[in-house]
């Protein structure tokens, strides 16, 4: 199993970025799959999930500045982050998404993309 995380890096207060996790090793179609993001020093926190339905959930943080989307034909998962804050830089993590809490002992995880928004 991999999941492949990429389309992190360094923006501006306000600014966007597209994440994209590759995944591979398991029937992708048939998983939930979700990002979570985690802070120094902070816990592991869902931001987004989508569900094998296409139905999404959102952090009511990231509630209309952030959009989850996959592609079951290419086994890949989105995160489009518009409206990037400083409290948005973290690690962030494609998984498979569970229904608890984000913990990386549960599911299969990437290795995490890093995204900071400074000026």
């Known amino acids: 199993v991999q999941l492949v995380e990429s389309g992190g890096g360094l923006v501006q207060p306000g600014g966007s970025l597209r994440l994209s996790c590759a995944a591979s090793g398991f029937t992708f179609s048939c998983y939930a799959m979700g990002w979570a993001r985690q802070v120094p020093g902070k816990g592991l926190e869902w931001v987004s999930k989508?569900?094998?339905?296409?139905?999404?959930y959102l952090a009511n943080s990231v509630k209309g500045r952030f959009t989850i989307s996959r592609d079951n034909a290419k086994n890949t998962v989105y995160l489009r982050m518009n409206s990037l804050k400083p409290e948005d830089t973290a690690v962030y993590y494609c998984?498979?998404?569970?229904?608890?809490?984000?913990?990386?002992?549960?599911?299969?995880w990437g290795q995490g993309t890093r995204v900071t928004v400074s000026s």
């Open positions: 998984a498979t998404a569970g229904t608890g809490p984000a913990d990386r002992r549960n599911g299969y």
């Open positions: 989508i569900y094998q339905t296409g139905g999404t």
